[in-house]
């Protein structure tokens, strides 16, 4: 189930010598790899999440304390800059998306 090959017939993996195979004309063990993949996207996406939302604290900081933010107003308590850290962590996210895509291991079982 690690490795995502696909071999013919029983027996160990041909790719990775584990045991056991899965029969892929189970509904049970489909819907099983399914959710697996899906829990990976989750697991991904949490992980960009975690590390984006502090770097842009950094660059957004950085830029507050290079002295810009005496040319542009901080709003009120400070909302502009706050807005301006998730925008830039979203942007963050949405760049990590295209430059390194999600690949599901089991892409062909979805119904």
Known sequence: MQCGARQTGPGACG???DDPVLDLHD???RSMLVEDDQTRLSRRN???RVASV???MVVIGGIL????SAYFPAGPFGAYWIGSMIA????LMK???IVSPFK???ADLKD
């Open 95 to 97: 760049l990590v998306d």
């Open 104 to 106: 599901p291991k089991f």
């Open 54 to 56: 502090p770097v842009s």
């Open 27 to 29: 509904p049970n063990v």
């Open 88 to 91: 830039f962590a979203l942007g």
């Open 46 to 48: 949490d992980r960009v």
């Open 15 to 17: 790719a990775c010598s």
């Open 65 to 68: 304390g290079a002295g810009v």
